[in-house]
């Protein structure tokens, strides 16, 4: 999961042009990726994961970095799964 | 694909435009000239069921899908001509009553959304003096208390600011972190430290009060934050994809029916011993005008059936909000031509429309903020 989310940041968001970023960059602090570019990471996540992902849990807590993005992802399919 | 409506839903346009026309053209010439907000008007489109359309019946609403809403709105602008009033109406309703409806717990639902649908007063708060277009930039902070928070900043160029009872003010919990640390907020009109300011003065769009908000060590009870701490900038993008699709929704309406006018004055107005109309340089306006409107529609609808569905419109919102203002300022432009003299004076309306269509390209996000987004959800 962490690939594919790492993959589409440096194919996609950045052109595969500069620096590659990697799970653990605070990438949506450091100014990597913008607000548009958070835009097309969430429809990038709903499509590739299949889920939907409300407004209010897009909070730093969940988009600090790549790996919390997978955590967010895989809690919101744990938690689909049991219900 | 089907482009009709249903019948109940030509039934409901056929109501609005009736509404608009018996109930909401009074003295507009002499309103628009003095910036006058008419609060009867507004309680009559209440009591008609405009502001809660699309608000759950649990709420008072009418329960309606977004399409037939909007349906019902650009409904209302073919049969009324107060842009400034349809701009405010659209405004409550998209930018504030549906983030209620989305992000609000139920306390916040049951307290806020029956009180607007039934005349209240709704403002929508991000723009400062320093941030405009740069919205995320906001200066005003809310600092963390016992049982709630207090608010500080001015918020600048706000629709129904000087009337409102709650205004959605997004201010920033954490300004070391940028729009990861802003956060949305519900603040009551009487509010201690919430100054509203006055009606000021504007190009167009005069008979929709607008203004800024002052809060100065405003506090607000926990209670009162919208969604989580954090969130406030996907919930203001969020509620920018439902204003930038909708707010012209009237204003399409206003194009139908200023078509209708040109095409009216076109056959009757003559000139060199011919209806004007018979001039191609007359009727290729008047082309472009029906060509305009029917873009602007599909777009329109295209957003609306996208949001019932519950996909993102962040791109068609874009869209719409772009190609829906621009053409507003063309026919709009377009009719003060063909009408010659009498479209530039102010006693026929005419020109109103221009002064009122030109404020379009601005709020909601530039048009040339929209092309950027519109590139940039493209991959460009
Ligand atoms: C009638 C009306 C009603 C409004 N209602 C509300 C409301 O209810 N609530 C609210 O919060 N705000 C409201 N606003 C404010 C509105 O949202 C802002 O005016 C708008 O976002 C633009 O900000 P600005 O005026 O500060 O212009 P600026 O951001 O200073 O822009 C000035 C110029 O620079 C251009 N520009 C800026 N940045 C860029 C860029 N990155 N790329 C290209 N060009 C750029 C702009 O397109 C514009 O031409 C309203 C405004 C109007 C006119």
Redesign the interface.
């Known amino acids: 999961m962490e690939h594919a989310i790492v993959r589409f940041v440096n194919e ?1 968001l950045l052109g595969g042009n500069g620096p590659r970023v990697t799970a653990d960059d605070e990438i ?2 450091d100014g990597t990726v913008d ?6 990471l969430v ?1 990038f996540i ?1 499509t590739e994961f299949k889920l ?1 992902v409300p ?7 969940n ?1 600090r970095t790549i790996t919390t993005m997978a955590a967010y992802v895989r809690t919101r399919q744990e938690s689909a799964a049991t219900t | 694909m089907d482009f009709g409506f249903t019948e109940e839903q030509e039934r409901l346009r056929t109501e609005a435009v009736e509404f608009a026309r018996n109930e909401l053209a009074s003295d507009l010439v002499a309103r628009d000239a003095e910036s006058g907000f008419d609060r009867e008007l507004w309680r009559r489109c209440a009591e008609f069921g405009i502001l809660g359309s699309n608000v759950p019946t649990e709420y008072g609403g009418q329960g309606r899908d977004v399409v037939t809403t909007v349906a019902i709105m650009e409904a209302l602008g073919y049969g009324c001509p107060d842009n400034g009033l349809t701009l405010a109406l659209n405004g409550q309703m998209w930018a504030v009553q549906e983030p209620i409806q989305q992000f609000g717990t139920e306390e916040q639902k049951e307290r806020y959304l029956p009180l607007l649908i039934s005349g209240g007063y709704g403002a929508h708060a991000m723009s400062e003096p320093a941030s405009g277009s740069d919205t995320f930039a906001l200066e005003t902070t809310a600092e963390k208390t016992d049982g709630g928070y207090v608010l500080n900043g001015r918020k600048t160029y706000i629709g129904l600011a000087p009337v409102c009872d709650v205004a959605l003010v997004f201010a920033a919990t954490d300004p070391t972190v940028g729009r990861w640390g802003i956060t949305a907020f519900l603040v009551e009109g009487d509010a201690s430290g919430l100054t509203k300011g006055g009606n000021q003065p504007k190009m167009g769009l005069r008979t929709g009060p607008f203004g800024d908000l002052v809060l100065e060590d405003c506090f607000v009870p926990d209670s009162a934050r919208l969604g989580p701490e954090g969130a406030g900038a996907s919930i203001f993008t969020n509620s920018m994809d439902w204003e930038r699709s909708f707010i012209f929704a009237s204003h399409v309406g206003s194009m139908a029916r200023q078509l209708d006018d040109v095409i009216q004055y076109a056959r009757t107005r003559r000139q060199f011993g011919e209806p004007i109309g018979k001039f191609q340089s007359v009727s290729n306006r008047i082309a472009d005008m029906r060509l305009r409107l029917e873009t602007s529609r599909l777009l329109l609808y295209k957003a609306a059936w996208l949001l019932d569905s519950g996909d993102a419109a962040q791109l068609y919102s874009a869209l719409a909000k772009l190609h829906l203002s621009e053409s507003f300022v063309a026919s709009s432009s377009d009719a003060i031509r063909i009408h010659g003299a009498k479209g530039y004076v102010s006693e026929y309306g005419v020109e109103r429309d221009l002064r009122d269509a030109l404020g379009g390209v601005i709020y909601s996000g530039t048009s040339d903020i929209q092309r950027q987004v519109i590139a940039r959800l493209m991959g460009v």
């Open positions: 996609e949506v602090l607000s548009l570019g958070v835009t097309r429809d709903e939907a407004a209010q849990d897009v909070t730093i807590d988009f």
